[in-house]
């Protein structure tokens, strides 16, 4: 029996057993060498683990070499028996080709036999090969920790003699033969023992490894290198040099930030001027030294940039937060694009071949100083936008008196400031998509915030704009109203043309906004109203075209509040001193408003677009509303008061038929002013045609008026 042949080896027959289980043990399909090792050793005493170790490698060495004895008799004894085997199936088949009908069935078990002793065969020589290389890899396993165990006690001579070369090859073969036990019970301790051995080799030639870099010694420098690349501590020592080797560039920012601290005069523009010239020294610093770094390394520099540059950055971290941070916005997003460019450069030109890794490492340490003020970017530019608007010249003014006088330069003000904060508006967005685009959509919501405060403060400069146009309702007739001022008509026109064209200017932002979100990925989402129109932002043009009215109508206004309370309407007979009273002609004060009315198309059209007449329609509209109302309010008319009544009132629509204007309340009032009581009746329905809504209303007052007159 093949197997019984491979059992012997030495100490006789009476060790049969033993090895027959150790050998069946090798034959398994998931054999762990490791693992047999370990169970090998557990069952012996720790004192005598050295010498154990020494035996168990004997055993396997002998029982290898009688696989290996056995693997080839097999294999010597299956060659042999080949040539026969190949002759008879060469001479079956010739003879089944020709007997092919009459002796197939006679020939099937010959062939069948011959196969089976083949097969038989090979599988045996596959047993045996596996059972080799399974013993191959135990005996492996076991010279390499014999290897460990005997190397600990040579390395301290190693270390007395100080070839660091040959230490770390030492300590290379012990990384490898490390590697080979892993899960061993002692393994922790021998890894532990091998990394004591690497540092301190390291230490041993770190310090002259680092100078050697620094003053260029390149021979010496690789010698170092060398021996250090040899127990994988390169990347020590490259954070050493790194970290001296930026020092002169790191000096430059430091002595700039001595002489220029944050909030002195002119720093930040001085600041602003120094980063570009800082950032080609980088430049110029790494293109030098990567060419160093290829002499000296002898292989790809990506890394060894990265590493530089990156220490670079973590030695000016706390400077960089300090100046970054106290930046305004355009100097803030300008330095980040500075930054932005250094990285390109560097990609572009030091790290080509540089992996993802290192490419991102790269990015991160150039833009990790703005990483937190990214994140709060939209606030930032809130309150940015709301410190311009509070620096504006017209809301520092507001801010420090209570009264206000509308003048050239305070419109002028007004009108330039909602230009130049849309502007402004639209330059933040433009900053954000540089700067954090990913807060974009954040920031478009929160300029409604911005503009309906800027609208909120020219509300404040109008309300105050009322008072100091004395605009208030009850105050007596004056000799010359706001109105009739050219400049203050002019300046108000021109407050409500800002005001109104605010909110047109809001809407070409929007519109801005839209075609810009076309274009960026980052605002795909942005909502389908952006600017509410109601709060300050509506408010705004409401108020000042209020003003503009306001204004037209007081000198109006004025005039007829006084009629209902004159004598004139209760007047019984003429008298020579009361020669205006005759029904004859309107008194002075319907005649002045006459005039005003008629007067405005002249004093608007010096001031504004006459093609726009809405104000003056406005005015007469309300003037014949407010002169009706007045008129109602009459306690009684006597006939005599009633005949200047229709004078009045005659005047007033010839002055809105200048304007080819007709107002059916005064033409219903000039009616029922001249028309007898006796006919009130028959025409009641006429009139009800001119004037739905309050004909008869009129009708019923005036009758009224008539019969309580004394």
Request: with cysteine; hydrophobic share 40%.
């Amino acid at each position: 029996d093949l197997k019984l042949q491979f059992l012997y080896f030495i100490g006789g027959r009476r060790d049969m057993s033993v090895q027959g289980t150790m050998l069946q043990a090798f034959q398994e399909e998931n054999f762990d060498p490791r693992e047999w090792i370990n169970e090998e050793l557990q069952a012996l005493d720790p004192s005598t683990l050295g010498s154990a170790v020494h035996g168990l490698s004997l055993k396997l060495q002998v029982l290898g070499n009688e696989v290996n004895a056995g693997f080839e008799d097999q294999i010597i004894q299956t060659l042999a028996k080949l040539p026969m085997g190949l002759i008879d199936l060469e001479r079956i088949e010739k003879e089944s080709v020709q007997l092919a009908g009459s002796l197939s069935n006679i020939l099937a078990p010959e062939v069948i036999e011959k196969q089976q002793v083949a097969d038989e065969a090979t599988h045996r020589i596959s047993q045996l090969h596996e059972t080799k290389t399974n013993l191959d890899m135990c005996q492996s396993t076991l010279s390499k920790t014999v290897y460990l165990r005997d190397n600990v006690h040579l390395m301290k001579k190693a270390f007395e003699k100080g070839d660091t070369s040959h230490i770390a090859s030492e300590i290379a073969k012990m990384q490898q033969a490390l590697e080979a036990i892993r899960g061993f019970e002692h393994y922790d301790e021998m890894s532990k023992t091998i990394i004591g051995y690497e540092a301190r080799l390291q230490e041993m030639v770190e310090v002259e490894c680092v100078e050697a870099l620094l003053s260029r010694d390149t021979l010496k420098a690789q010698q170092h290198l060398a021996t250090l690349r040899k127990i994988n501590r390169l990347n020590e020592i490259v954070v050493q040099y790194t970290k001296k080797a930026v020092q002169p560039i790191v000096s430059q920012w430091k002595d700039f930030a001595t002489a220029n601290q944050v909030g002195s005069d002119n720093w930040e523009e001085t600041f602003l001027a120094f980063l570009p010239n800082f950032n080609t020294k980088v430049e110029q610093d790494i293109g030098k030294s990567k060419k160093y770094y290829t002499e000296v390394f002898q292989e790809d520099c990506s890394k060894i940039v990265v590493e530089w540059y990156m220490m670079m950055q973590r030695e000016l971290a706390h400077q960089q937060s300090k100046y970054y941070g106290s930046l305004t916005l355009p100097g803030l997003v300008k330095a980040y694009q500075g930054a932005m460019q250094l990285t390109t450069f560097l990609k572009e030109n030091h790290i080509k071949n540089g992996s993802p890794d290192q490419l991102e490492m790269l990015q991160g340490a150039a833009l990790g100083p703005f990483t937190h003020l990214q994140s709060t970017y939209p606030d930032l530019e809130v309150s940015y936008l709301l410190g311009r608007i509070a620096s504006f010249r017209f809301v520092t003014e507001l801010a420090s008196s209570s009264t206000i006088t509308i003048n050239p330069t305070l419109v002028a003000d007004i009108t330039d400031t909602t230009t130049q904060l849309i502007h402004e508006c639209q330059t933040s967005i433009e900053r954000c998509l540089l700067f954090s685009p990913s807060n974009v959509l954040v920031l478009v919501r929160s300029l409604n915030s911005v503009l309906t405060s800027f609208s909120g403060k020219i509300l404040d400069v109008v309300k105050k704009l009322r008072v100091a146009l004395q605009l208030v309702p009850g105050k007596e007739v004056k000799e010359k109203y706001a109105a009739e001022d050219p400049v203050k008509l002019k300046l108000t026109l021109q407050l409500y043309s800002t005001a109104s064209g605010m909110d047109d200017k809001v809407k070409l932002f929007e519109v801005w906004l839209r075609e810009l979100a076309g274009k960026h990925s980052a605002m795909k989402d942005m909502e389908e109203e952006l600017f509410s129109s109601e709060g300050d932002l509506g408010a705004l043009s409401k108020e000042v075209e209020t003003i503009v009215f306001d204004l037209l109508f007081e000198a109006v206004e004025s005039r007829f509040r006084p009629l209902p309370g004159l004598d004139v309407w209760a007047q019984q007979t003429s008298s020579p001193s009361s020669i205006h009273f005759q029904g004859s002609m309107p008194m002075d004060a319907i005649r002045q408003t006459g005039e005003y009315l008629l007067s405005l198309p002249e004093a608007l059209g010096q001031v504004c677009d006459m093609e726009d007449d809405h104000w003056i329609m406005h005015v007469l509209n309300k003037a014949a509303e407010h002169f009706t109302d007045q008129v109602l309010s009459i306690p009684h008319i006597s006939e005599e008061g009633m005949r200047q009544l229709a004078t009045d009132v005659e005047y007033l629509v010839n002055v809105m038929g200048a304007f080819d204007v007709d107002m059916p309340n005064l033409r219903v009032l000039l009616t029922l002013t001249t028309t007898p009581e006796s006919e009130y009746s028959s025409i009641l329905d006429d009139l009800k045609a001119i004037y739905p809504e309050g004909a008869e209303k009129l009708h019923s007052e005036i009758i009224a008026k008539k019969r309580c007159a004394p």
